[in-house]
C-alpha cells in the first residue's frame, strides 16, 4: 500500500469495519472492498495543472526542481567577503527544461558573486522564472547562497475553488477508471486524501456544502484529513 491507501485503510478500521480487503480483485478496480460488497476506490485531492488533455499534479514539477535548485543553490562555494545571501526562485508554468534553466540560474548566481554591486535584486528573469538575491544572512554560512524558498506561483488560490475543480476532475478520473467493473458490486465509495484543504474545519464544511456543488454517480465521498485519518466529511 502506499500512504494514501494506508490512510483509508486506518480510516475504515476507525470507522469499525473489520473485513476490509485491500485489490481483491488484483491491480484493479476497487482499491478495498469492505464487507464483500462496499467497493471503494482511493486517490490524492491535490492541486493539478491543466493543460488541455494533459493533466500533472503540481507536485510533480515543484518538487523536482525544488530538490534541483537546492543542490544548485548548496554547490555555490564558500562565502566570499564572509558573506553569505538568501536567494529566492519563483517559478509557474510551463517551467523550462531543467537542463538547460540550470545554466541560466548557475551563471546568475556566478554573476552576482563575482559583482561588487551586492545588493538584494533579482538577478535573473525568463519565462516563468524569477531568481531574486534576497537578502544577506544574519551570519555567514557555510556556502555563498542559502536557499530562502522555491515558490509555485500556481499553487494556492482561493480554497473552495480549487476543491471544486480538482474534485470534479478526481470524481471523473476515477469514474473512468471503474466504469467496466461497476455492476460487480453494489455500492462504490470515492475516498480522498484532502491535501487542498485538509479536511476544513466545521465552519469550512458547512460553507463548502453550500458553495460547492459536485456532480456524480458515487454512493458516498469521503474527505479525510491526510494529517489525521479520525477527520473527515462526507460531501
Not at 15 to 38: A, M, T
Request: net charge negative; proline share 4%; with cysteine.
Amino acid at each position: 500500500m502506499d500512504e494514501t491507501e494506508k490512510l483509508v485503510e486506518k480510516h475504515l478500521k476507525y470507522y469499525g469495519y473489520s473485513q476490509i480487503d485491500f485489490e481483491p480483485d488484483g491491480n484493479v478496480p476497487p482499491d478495498f472492498l469492505v464487507d464483500n460488497r462496499i467497493a471503494i476506490e482511493v486517490r490524492r485531492l491535490n492541486q493539478n495543472h491543466f493543460n488541455g488533455n494533459h493533466v500533472k499534479g503540481l507536485e510533480e514539477v515543484s518538487i523536482p526542481l525544488w530538490h534541483r535548485f537546492k543542490a544548485l543553490v548548496e554547490s555555490s562555494g564558500a562565502p566570499l567577503d564572509g558573506d553569505s545571501w538568501f536567494v529566492y526562485l519563483r517559478f509557474s508554468r510551463p517551467v523550462e527544461k531543467w537542463k538547460t534553466l540550470r545554466v541560466t540560474l548557475e551563471n546568475a548566481l556566478d554573476n552576482f558573486k563575482n559583482t561588487s554591486d551586492k545588493r538584494s535584486r533579482v538577478i535573473a528573469k525568463g519565462k516563468g522564472f524569477e531568481l531574486e538575491v534576497w537578502c544577506r544572512t544574519d551570519v555567514p554560512q557555510d556556502t555563498m547562497f542559502v536557499m530562502a524558498g522555491c515558490s509555485d506561483e500556481e499553487s494556492g488560490g482561493w480554497l473552495l475553488p480549487q476543491m471544486q475543480i480538482n474534485l470534479e476532475h478526481c470524481v471523473q478520473e476515477k469514474l473512468k477508471k471503474i466504469s467496466k467493473v461497476k455492476e460487480k458490486y453494489p455500492e462504490w465509495w470515492l475516498v480522498l486524501a484532502d491535501h487542498i484543504g485538509f479536511g476544513l474545519d466545521v465552519s469550512e464544511r458547512d460553507i463548502f456544502r453550500n458553495q460547492v456543488s459536485v456532480d456524480h454517480n458515487w454512493d458516498k465521498i469521503i474527505l479525510i484529513d491526510p494529517r489525521d485519518h479520525t477527520r473527515w466529511f462526507e460531501i
